[in-house]
């Protein structure tokens, strides 16, 4: 497998070098994860630590998903809005574990992740966005959450960058970020020290049930027992094929398109995320800032368009301009896994099989939660206390999904 990426490509994101070899199917697995992107690979290296034998299988390569698509914002207040409030705690439990998911994962794949905790700048422009800022605000505050209220000039004096027309801002101090590239690099090395099995191209193509209960998998003719598999399968959750109808997942794909600028001494960059009504964007440490991302209710429909880089770009040029500056490095689309309440879905389907998915715009701010919940449903048998909201049965009603195209 290799997480190396061409320079400058339209559809593929930059990536650090990451080479594992492919391995074969084992015939027997304690835990068999169908899913080779953020979330998968948490859960397996968690699982791998704690003693068992983990497979983890891959449609395409590892991260082909949403993973390596994103920003990497873990933004619980940033990204704080009206009927976000079920999923706080969740998350806040989750940025509080990523310090020591951080540290554990840089030491035992050698590899940095780019972890900052700048916090992020949500602005307003203009007079007309200062009331809508206000109210943003006003919630956070509400929620419990730090924040502090920022007049135009001081938000200038923080970014000089910004245009004058930034007439208010919100300083989130307990926003943090990652470099999703590198995490993905790190816990396929991470993995892969600790035993996991990592296979790419290989679809899930059935479960094996065996006495109500999951007793395996296969990957085209080869079968793979396993004690407990777990789909990390992502947006393509709620497609047909592996669960049966009363078991379907309210997961669809919300699809997201990003660029990366390169920044120099000469263009200047920011020291911070920054949030508008449009876009955001996140300095990295490597000089490249992210510019993400669109949302885009519209199925499995690959590619860039026009449309969705003029949005991108017009919506950072709003506020920062010298992005005219700056040289493209590479643009890309991915798909958020996104339930029907925007919340992630972390529970025992049936005996044998967990589902770890629908995490949404806040998979990397939730995968050190997520990978803790799930170890513990697996190897205690019980969700803690944080994650139980979060189980399949909030959807009262699921409705049979047909299979998307
Ligand atoms: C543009 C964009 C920006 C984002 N920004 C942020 C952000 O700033 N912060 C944040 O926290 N989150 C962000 N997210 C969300 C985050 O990327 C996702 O929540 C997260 O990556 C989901 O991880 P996952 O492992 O569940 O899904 P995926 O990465 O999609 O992995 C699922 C994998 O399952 C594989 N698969 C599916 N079916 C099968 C099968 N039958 N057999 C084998 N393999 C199969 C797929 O190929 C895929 O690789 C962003 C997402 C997008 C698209």
Redesign the pocket.
């Known amino acids: 497998m290799s997480l190396d990426r061409p320079p400058s490509p339209i559809g593929q994101r930059r990536g650090p070098a990451v080479t594992i070899a492919q391995a074969p199917c084992p015939e027997r697995s304690d835990i068999a994860i169908?899913?080779?992107?953020?979330?998968?690979l948490s859960i397996a290296w968690r699982l791998a630590r704690a003693g068992r034998s983990v497979t983890v299988?891959?449609?395409?390569t590892i991260?082909?998903?949403?993973?390596l698509?994103?920003?990497?914002?873990?933004?619980p207040a940033a990204e704080h809005e009206p009927g976000s409030d079920p999923l706080l705690p969740l998350a806040l439990d989750s940025l509080r574990r990523w310090p020591a998911f951080r540290d554990a994962l840089e030491a035992e794949s050698g590899r940095s992740i780019d972890y900052r905790a700048d916090g992020t700048l949500v602005l307003a422009i203009g007079r007309d966005e200062v009331e809508r800022l206000r109210f943003r605000y006003d919630l956070q505050r509400r929620s419990g959450l730090d924040a502090a209220w920022l007049p135009g000039s001081e938000v200038r004096r923080l970014e000089p960058g910004l245009r004058p027309s930034v007439t208010a801002g919100i300083q989130c101090p307990l926003d943090h970020q990652v470099d999703?590239c590198r995490v993905m690099a790190a816990l396929a090395e991470a993995c892969r020290r600790a035993g996991v099995t990592l296979i790419e191209h290989?679809?899930?193509?059935a479960l094996d049930w065996s006495g109500g209960r999951v007793a395996g998998l296969r990957v085209g003719e080869h079968a793979i027992a396993a004690g407990t598999v777990i789909l990390?399968?992502?947006?393509?959750s709620g497609e047909g094929?592996?669960l049966p109808e009363t078991l379907s997942l309210p997961v669809r794909p919300l699809k997201?398109?990003?660029l990366a600028l390169r920044t120099t001494a000469r263009t200047g960059t920011l020291a911070r995320m920054v949030w508008t009504e449009q876009v955001h964007m996140a300095p990295k440490s490597d000089g490249q800032l992210i510019v993400?991302?669109t949302v885009e209710d519209c199925g499995f429909r690959p590619g860039i368009t026009a449309g969705g880089l003029y949005a991108l770009l017009e919506g950072a040029r709003r506020v920062l301009p010298g992005i005219e500056e700056m040289e493209v490095a590479s643009v890309w689309?991915?798909?958020?896994?996104t339930s029907d309440d925007d919340a992630p879905i972390i529970d025992t389907l049936a005996p044998g099989l967990v589902a770890a998915?629908g995490?949404?715009?806040?998979?990397?701010?939730?995968a050190p939660a997520t990978a803790d919940a799930v170890a513990e449903l697996v190897t205690a048998g019980a969700l803690p206390e944080v994650a139980r909201p979060f189980t399949r049965a909030r959807f009262a009603q699921v409705q049979p999904r047909r299979a998307m195209a």
């Open positions: 169908v899913g080779g992107g953020l979330i998968g299988l891959e449609r395409e991260g082909a998903g949403a993973s698509a994103a920003t990497g914002m873990l933004a999703p290989a679809p899930v193509s990390a399968t992502g947006a393509w094929g592996l997201g398109q990003s993400g991302a689309s991915g798909y958020r896994p998915t995490h949404h715009r806040n998979g990397y701010l939730l």
